[in-house]
């Protein structure tokens, strides 16, 4: 059966031990980038581009024609000047068949680590049950690795309940071996299960995501399963790979 890993931050991965063996990755920063990513793509974003930061950002920015692109990002949960805040409630209005270039502290820098991996997926609360049960089909030789980001060199609390319920959701989807920390998640998880917004409220991030007036965000990142699709890396760019029945 394959093995389920958890790193509790983007600190702990390793790009080096990323290219041996067999890894899948599962990237997840649940306040807000892959909560971002994954709803940007459900509302018809054509593809989003993770970046290391603000600088390579506008770089990047240049070359695409005006009106193609959204420029959005964060630095330590603060927005940055001339970025769209990356809120998934925000930039939902203007995404539709534009390339959203995110610039965020900690998931897409994770993402851009993590790229080494045989694949690597977006994951949420939004689409934890569809990424679990395209997940069920890897092979039993192979190791998936589940990254949370963190929160700049520490554990994120809404990261690890997140990682929990896709933990959950995997158990649910088949059988796993699961290291430690991965039961460790799954059984938080599965201890809070109905104290989502009550954790993502009271988390470091969720406390500063209250200061800019982001409820709807806060709302939004614990809303179980409510989109199939499966975002995938790919060429630096993140598509979706597959919708599936949930």
Excluded: W
Aim: net charge negative.
């Amino acid at each position: 059966m394959a093995k389920i890993h958890l790193l509790v931050k983007k600190e702990d991965i390793s790009e080096e031990k990323i290219l041996e063996g067999n890894k899948v990755a599962v990237v997840l920063d649940i306040l807000l980038a892959t909560t971002t990513i994954v709803s940007a793509l459900k509302d018809g974003a054509k593809e989003v581009i993770p970046v290391l930061n603000s600088s390579e950002a506008s770089d990047l920015a240049e070359n695409f024609m005006p009106g193609t692109c959204l420029l959005a990002g964060e630095l330590d949960a603060k927005p940055i000047d001339g970025f769209l805040y990356p809120s998934p409630t925000l930039i939902r209005e203007n995404v539709k068949g534009k390339t959203l270039i995110l610039s965020t502290t900690n998931g897409t820098v994770a993402l851009r680590k993590a790229a080494s991996a045989k694949k690597v997926y977006v994951a949420s609360i939004l689409n934890n049950p569809a990424v679990a049960e395209t997940l069920a089909n890897v092979e039993e030789e192979q190791t998936v690795l589940i990254i949370c980001s963190g929160n700049s060199g520490e554990l994120s609390l809404e990261d690890f309940y997140g990682s929990g319920h896709l933990i959950d959701c995997l158990v649910k989807a088949g059988q796993h071996e699961l290291t430690d920390a991965a039961k460790a998640a799954m059984y938080f998880y599965r201890g809070q299960e109905h104290a989502g917004y009550e954790i993502f409220v009271n988390s470091y991030v969720g406390r500063l995501l209250e200061k800019y007036d982001q409820h709807p965000d806060l709302k939004l990142a614990v809303s179980k399963g409510i989109t199939s699709i499966v975002p995938i890396l790919k060429n630096g760019k993140v598509v979706i790979e597959t919708a599936c029945t949930v």
